[in-house]
């Protein structure tokens, strides 16, 4: 039977038995949105749970891709089954994924490692569901751990960063590129920092401001209370230089959120974040309708409109 005639509860069967087409399928209708992303969310959601989700960003160039190629290729020797959600760039023409990041990632991925491109289409309204619904598809899919690559520093990146259990900011030697990364509020979302490219001069200096920025987070009280303090890794993912220490820096966090009971607080979150992110997108799908049998000619204000509108969806 084609893959393209099984039903979502058939393409979820085949998905956990180890059918890359399958999944596959998935992802495209869960990116699609709709009620099939809707009920592959329903079907998925009772055999997810198990998957350590890792997110990596960082400022466009910083060099997040070749890291993440480097992990997944790292990864299946330690006996695990890693996914990788590529957060690219929409084409401007067709606006799907440019799949630049994926591009650089087929160079060095091992190949039991399942790649995935997912367009930004120049905003996050559409990531917001799209990327826990493919989470959970990889999850439900046995695929352990999940990673989540963004595009580069900004609101998408750290919404997106938000949905993982671990976050890694990369930054190159660089003054500027940590003050890129505190400005965007990363400093604040940052489980591990990796400064990549860390054979090139000023990689020290780096090192050190973001230590600095560091120990402000905690004079100010922003630190974690439990007394984490994201480690600094020093890497060069265009030879694999660091890449272990990384992952290793990735497994002592995960381990910090186990034994402090924070793993399921920060997966209670997140997932009122997407309901939250569903609920927002279907009243905005309902207000459209409500202001399509509006009279804009009305000599009625715009609040008193929308009080209208409002006690209509809300009454």
């Given at each position: 039977?084609?893959?393209r005639?099984l039903?979502?509860d ?15 399928r998935?992802l ?33 160039g ?5 890291l ?21 760039p ?33 905003h ?33 990146e ?7 259990d ?14 890129q ?93 997407e ?41």
């Open positions: 039977m084609s893959i005639s039903s979502p058939g393409l979820v069967e085949a998905a956990r038995s180890g059918n890359r087409r399958a999944i596959g998935l495209t209708l869960v990116e699609r949105g709709g009620e099939a992303a809707d009920e592959i969310t329903d079907l998925t959601h009772p055999h997810t749970g198990g998957a350590h989700v890792v997110g990596i960003t960082g400022a466009p910083a060099g997040k891709s070749t993440t190629g480097q992990l997944t290729k790292l990864l299946p020797t330690l006996g695990t089954r890693p996914a990788v959600l590529a957060v690219d929409s084409s401007p023409l067709s606006g799907g994924a440019i799949l630049g990041d994926r591009v650089r990632m087929d160079g060095v991925a091992g190949k039991d490692v399942f790649i995935r491109s997912v367009a930004t289409r120049g996050a309204g559409g990531l917001a569901l799209s990327v826990p619904g493919s989470v959970r598809v990889f999850d439900a899919a046995g695929f352990d751990p999940v990673i989540i690559e963004t595009v580069g520093v900004g609101q998408v750290v919404d997106v960063v938000g949905a993982a671990t976050a890694v900011v990369v930054v190159n030697p660089g003054w500027g590129d940590a003050v990364a505190n400005k965007a509020g990363l400093l604040e979302v940052a489980d591990v920092f990796v400064i990549n490219k860390a054979d090139r001069p000023g990689a020290s200096d780096t090192r050190r401001d973001l230590e600095l920025m560091l120990d402000l987070s905690h004079t100010t009280g922003q630190e974690d209370e439990s007394g984490y303090r994201p480690p600094i890794v020093m890497a060069t993912a265009t030879d694999g230089s660091g890449v272990e220490e990384v992952w290793e820096a990735v497994e002592a966090h995960r381990r910090h959120l186990v034994s402090t009971g924070k793993l399921a607080t920060r997966r209670t979150a997140r997932l009122r974040y309901i939250q992110n569903r609920v927002e997108q279907r009243i905005h799908a309902a207000a459209e309708e409500a202001l399509d049998d509006v009279d804009l000619s009305d000599t009625r204000s715009p609040t008193e409109l929308a009080d209208e509108i409002s006690d209509r969806l809300l009454g």
